[in-house]
């Protein structure tokens, strides 16, 4: 083959130059069509949280009803830590909406004993009001049985919230869910039988599978209490990873039930139910956990 000229090889240099800045637009120039599906897949990467909810609607038991924090054996939904209006609670709504915002936009559908298979009901309610963020705190009446062996089964109470979250995308896809993490019951056992009123009040079936014979500490009654412990943190096992799957849900990673309360969170006419005080420190960890930056 015979060797180029030089005129012939500075032609082709051009040829080849041009080639390559062509190729190299093509490769990772700005007027490179976005290839197909990247777009949705950076929308599906984009935050969905809003930190800054404008309506919250609230499901679970008596801890969220405010019971026997004012007075014994009664709802106090004025004191809750969701929805309530009580000053010195500043409630979640009051922290999001403000006072006026809290009463006109807030909503408490709780239900003093309940469990999570009364979820879905609950949060048929709560969606029919449309919020735009519903809490969730529901889980102690299922540990909170006539023994340890009526508690709720794991597979059983996975099951409740599963069909309480699909009750609430099913009405309202873009709701928010906060999940609230099922309180240290044995925590309570500790700090509660140090008072003997607290003791005597137990008695009369304030969760016996915890607390009932709050003296006894033979192998047996720890057996007990480990037995139900356990259960808890199983439950919160089920609470973050359901909530997981949904985008628009954050569960508190356990603060709930790592908080060390002490009695000045308890109730004076129960020793389980939290007090006022009980009520404002569930209020600040809900509200730290919704407006995170995550």
Request: glycine fraction near 8%; aromatic fraction near 6%.
């Amino acid at each position: 083959m015979r060797k180029p000229s030089s005129r012939t090889r500075a032609a082709l240099a051009v040829v080849a130059a041009a080639a390559l800045s062509v190729a190299g637009c093509e490769a990772g120039g700005g007027s490179t069509p976005v290839p197909q599906g990247t777009k949705a897949r950076a929308a599906r990467s984009a935050p969905v949280w809003n930190r800054s909810p404008d309506s919250i609607a609230a499901v679970g038991d008596s801890i969220t009803r405010g019971f026997d924090a004012c007075t014994v054996l009664s709802d106090c939904p004025e004191v809750s830590w969701a929805t309530g209006s009580d000053a010195d609670v500043d409630s979640l709504a009051v922290r999001l909406l403000g006072v006026s915002g809290a009463a006109e936009r807030s909503w408490n559908y709780a239900v003093t004993g309940a469990r999570m298979a009364d979820l879905p009901a609950q949060m048929a309610q709560a969606a029919a009001r449309g919020p735009a963020l519903v809490t969730v705190m529901a889980g102690a009446n299922d540990a909170c049985r006539s023994s340890a062996s009526a508690m709720t089964p794991v597979a059983d109470f996975r099951a409740d919230f599963e069909e309480a979250l699909r009750t609430l995308r099913t009405a309202q896809p873009k709701t928010q869910v906060y999940v609230a993490s099922v309180p240290n019951l044995k925590r309570l056992w500790s700090e509660g039988r140090t008072n003997p009123l607290g003791k005597q009040v137990w008695k009369l079936g304030i969760c016996p599978s915890m607390l009932s014979d709050a003296d006894d500490l033979t192998t047996a009654a720890g057996r007990r209490r480990d037995q139900v412990q356990q259960r808890v943190v199983e439950y919160n096992k089920v609470l973050k990873e359901v909530c997981a799957k949904d985008r628009r849900c954050r569960f508190d990673g356990g603060a709930v039930y790592d908080y060390d309360f002490g009695t000045d969170q308890l109730s004076h006419w129960d020793w389980f139910h939290p007090s006022k005080d009980g009520q404002a420190r569930l209020a600040a960890i809900a509200y730290k956990t919704i407006t995170a930056v995550t």
